[in-house]
């Protein structure tokens, strides 16, 4: 067992300002399963079971707060002996195949072990958690059988089951409110009363606080059933559960009608597939709708909430497969921009939110996360997708309805942003209370120099440049699509400017890259870092200091075997175990990959590709994690598991379609009405690839990707309008 403090954002010995996960036990030392939907989410372990062990992150939780802390199934006085523990598919439900052990009940006869069948089906539907419970007999005797289910709700705010102390809690209360159901009610210190009703049928023959009995004497071949319902609500008027099949066929169908128009992708490699198959799932199950529009929620189990910078890079990497969820982002994150000056959630007129709570802690104010704007890098890359939507779709109702917030996130990238009006866009927190980092390497010691001195601010960090500049790239085109051409000149200008004085600043001959960030004093961070690959993601890195950010980042200091460190090992804090100084993300490498594609190094982003794909094979569920540790690949073993990653996460589920975007140089125009395949390549482990539905404005096409030697062929194979593909060689 770990038992030592691990740091997600931040270890407190150090800044007690920042928000760590603070890490007793692994994520990785049982085998957990997670479900999900809208804003509830359950981490359970293989037998569906929940708190059995004291001190997991276990439970079902509701907008933050665990709404059901203990839901541990007992038969006949004995826990069941696990057979098998399935996700679907499509994550729509968990499967959970258990038996008895060998039981002497008294005054009967014993019966030994796998006599009796018991299988589980869990899922969760509209903020309700529902179970069945089916029971068969397989022996030639009948057999009196009791399933006991042990059940609480503690309403503990996620940050507490983080590791932050509170001074004081809300009060829970504890009521039978009819024959067949338990209600525990939490009178919250936020003047909430927030509530997990527990209902069972068939009637139980024993029902108290914390516990149900059920006694059946079951025939030789005879089957029983028991249905389980737990609601969660924070309203007066809830909307009552409906019944297990009906919620169960609704949540198959609504799966069903989110994926319907996307790109679906078939290979030559089976253990891709089920990839590509886990990671679709994936996405769409932490998408949740905000009206008609999707938005993807960061991870499960300590981000299932919007955060700006995630939904933005998950957007942009499912832009070639789903615009929809791009839409879905831009039009979320519009509604939430700021439009005042509040120092204590650092939020500006024009800046993209960073993260939203909906918890105690947050509504209290104990967090500062309720709308939270300490991100620096969220507001350019919203402009950038909004202009890589655009033209991707040529959705020009999506664009109107935000261009004025287009307008406002440049204006604060020049403003706010740029506070010292060097042409860099820097960061300093405005309250202590924040975050103390906010690039996407937010931990508190993720930003230093050569010597591991800690960086001060204001802080201008490598990719942020890149971002901006991509930023103002994006919004000319929009300018000069929307008639403004005089603002589409400015921009395009300014862009050029800042490409000019980026190389100037950020160029480490020394070093061989960018440096990962300037000082408050201008000195630059000369550490070899991943952050510089998002400078060839952009555009804004020079050809020459491009082929030397590829040539430093492929080396062994930098690529572990299974993917980029996000700190090359020979530098000052590198630390294979960390969060942000030494780990591997592949949302990361995702990035780097479509900037190696960019400048034309095909053999290295597919090397990449290969790299986060072998450790596939490696993953519990065939599922991409947040990060793994950064340790050099040793033959035979597997990448080293970070403790307290997220999983599922956001843009690691989607950096497989990024990646191979990247191989095949994917391009779609939509004023053109065609996809363009840039020097397209195959990593080693595909010989074919085959993409159905890609939608270029009315028309679909079906293509195949094969590989013949060293060259790769596209063939249309089907096509619905007047789309063209091209390769361009």
Not at 32 to 40: N, V, Y
Not at 351 to 368: D, F, T, V, W, Y
Not at 645 to 650: D, H, K, N, T, V
Request: proline share 4%.
């Amino acid at each position: 067992m770990i038992t030592a403090k691990l740091t997600g954002a931040v270890d407190r010995e150090h800044d007690d300002s920042d928000y760590h996960i603070d890490a007793r036990t692994s994520l990785t030392e049982r085998t957990l399963r997670t479900l999900k939907h809208g804003d509830a989410f359950a981490v359970l372990d293989a037998y569906g079971d929940l708190g059995v062990e004291l001190g997991t992150p276990e439970g079902i939780y509701f907008r933050d707060m665990r709404f059901l802390s203990r839901m541990k199934l007992i038969c006949s006085g004995q826990r069941p002996l696990l057979l098998s523990s399935v996700i679907h598919d499509d994550n729509s439900a968990l499967s959970i195949d258990l038996t008895n052990a060998d039981i002497e009940p008294p005054g009967r006869p014993p019966f030994a072990r796998n006599t009796i069948a018991i299988s589980r089906t869990k899922f969760l539907w509209n903020a309700a958690s529902y179970e069945r419970i089916a029971l068969r007999n397989y022996d030639a005797l009948e057999r009196l059988v009791s399933i006991e289910l042990l059940f609480d709700a503690d309403f503990v705010d996620l940050f507490e089951v983080r590791g932050m102390p509170r001074a004081k809690r809300g009060r829970i209360t504890i009521k039978r409110t009819a024959a067949d159901a338990i209600q525990y009610v939490y009178d919250g210190l936020d003047g909430v009363q927030r509530r997990t009703t527990l209902t069972f049928a068939p009637m139980p023959k024993r029902l108290d606080l914390h516990r149900a009995v059920f006694e059946r004497v079951l025939e030789a071949g005879e089957r029983s059933t028991i249905l389980v319902t737990a609601s969660f609500d924070e309203s007066d008027e809830p909307d009552p559960p409906v019944s297990f099949h009906s919620a169960y066929r609704a949540k198959r169908k609504a799966s069903r009608s989110d994926t319907e128009n996307i790109a679906t992708i078939e290979s030559s490699n089976p253990l891709f597939d089920e990839l590509m198959c886990r990671s679709t799932a994936d996405i769409y199950t932490l998408s949740t709708r905000a009206g008609e529009e999707l938005y993807p929620y960061a991870g499960i189990p300590w981000y299932n909430t919007v955060f700006g910078r995630d939904g933005i890079i998950t957007a942009m990497m499912m832009l070639w497969i789903d615009p929809a969820i791009a839409r879905g982002v831009l039009l979320h994150l519009a509604e939430t921009q700021a439009t005042h000056h509040d120092p204590g959630s650092d939020a500006q007129p024009g800046k993209i939110l960073h993260e939203r709570r909906s918890c105690e802690m947050a509504q209290l104010g104990e967090i500062p996360f309720r709308r939270y704007y300490g991100t620096v890098d969220a507001t350019p890359l919203f402009v950038m997708l909004a202009g890589l939507y655009f033209e991707r779709t040529g959705d020009v109702g999506t664009l109107q309805k935000i261009w004025l917030n287009v307008k406002a996130a440049l204006e604060w990238c020049d403003v706010f942003g740029d506070r010292d009006g060097d042409g860099f866009v820097e960061y300093l927190r405005e309250t202590p209370n924040g975050l103390a980092n906010q690039g996407w390497k937010d931990s508190h010691d993720s930003v230093f120099h050569a010597d591991g001195s800690q960086a001060t601010g204001p802080i201008a960090l490598v990719e942020v440049q890149a971002y901006v500049f991509g930023a103002k790239r994006q919004a000319a085109k929009l300018a000069q699509h929307f008639g403004e051409t005089a603002m589409a000149e400015r921009l395009s200008q300014a862009a050029d400017d800042l490409q000019a004085r980026f190389q100037s600043a950020f160029w480490c001959e020394d070093i061989g890259t960018y440096a990962l960030a300037l000082d408050g004093d201008k000195r630059p961070c000369k550490v070899v870092t991943s952050n510089a690959g998002h400078s060839l993601f952009t555009g804004i890195a020079t050809l020459a200091s491009a082929r030397k950010v590829v040539a430093s980042l492929m080396r062994r200091t930098s690529f572990s075997g299974w993917g980029i460190r996000t700190v090359a090992h020979n530098e000052a804090r590198h630390n294979p175990m960390s969060y942000h100084n030494g780990s591997v993300w592949p949302h990361d490498n995702a990035l780097i990959a479509l900037g190696f594609d960019r400048y034309g190094f095909k053999a290295e982003s597919a090397a990449l590709f290969e790299a986060i794909f072998e450790a596939v094979g490696y993953q519990q569920d065939r599922r991409l994690p947040e990060l793994f540790c950064g340790f050099t690949r040793r033959s035979g073993r597997g990448p080293i598991a970070y403790p307290v990653a997220c999983s599922p996460q956001a843009w690691a589920a989607v950096s497989p379609f990024a990646f191979l975007g990247a191989c095949l140089g994917v391009s779609i125009e939509h004023a053109a009405e065609r996809v363009r395949f840039i020097k397209p390549t195959l990593p080693s482990f595909l010989n074919e690839v085959v993409v159905r539905r890609i939608v270029v404005g009315n028309s679909r096409l079906d293509v195949r990707v094969a590989r013949h030697g060293t060259d790769v062929s596209v063939n249309i194979t089907g096509r619905v309008g007047n789309a063209q593909a091209i390769i361009v060689t």
